[in-house]
Nanobody, 124 residues
Framework: QVQLVESGGGLVQAGGSLRLSCTAS????????MGWFRQPPGKEREFVAGINWSGSSTDYADSVKGRFTISRDNAKSTVYLQMNSLKPEDTAVYYC?????????????????WGQGTQVTVSS
């Protein structure tokens, strides 16, 4: 069983930056792809970014390309999401999850072991 805990969310002004962290405990995730999703208020959860087990391959939603960067430190069992140039439309609860495929998955059904989420609010 894998437990994932997200941290680093908060309130930031438009144009600002935040770095989210997702730390795993229990079973190792060092050989698993990992991903970040978000759920804006009143909307469905959506894929944000994903990374393969080694960090050599990443994928991003078009809405965050060039602004967000996903990375991982397997020695620390932690995945990061660096978010720059934040916009009010980035406001959401952000979740990390463990992927079930070798290649970076982008659909929520290709992930399991979800964290509890961390709130990101971007003010205009």
């Amino acid at each position: 069983q894998v437990q994932l805990v997200e941290s680093g969310g908060g309130l930031v002004q438009a144009g600002g930056s935040l770095r989210l962290s997702c730390t795993a405990s229990g079973r190792s995730v060092s050989m698993s792809s990992m991903g970040w999703f978000r759920q804006p208020p009143g909307k469905e959860r959506e894929f944000v970014a994903g990374i393969n087990w080694s960090g050599s391959s990443t994928d991003y939603a078009d809405s965050v390309k060039g602004r967000f960067t996903i990375s991982r430190d397997n020695a620390k069992s932690t995945v990061y999401l660096q978010m720059n140039s934040l916009k009010p439309e980035d406001t959401a609860v952000y979740y990390c999850a463990r992927g079930l495929t070798v290649r970076v998955p982008t659909a929520s059904h290709q992930y399991d072991s979800w964290g509890q989420g961390t709130q990101v609010t971007v003010s205009s």
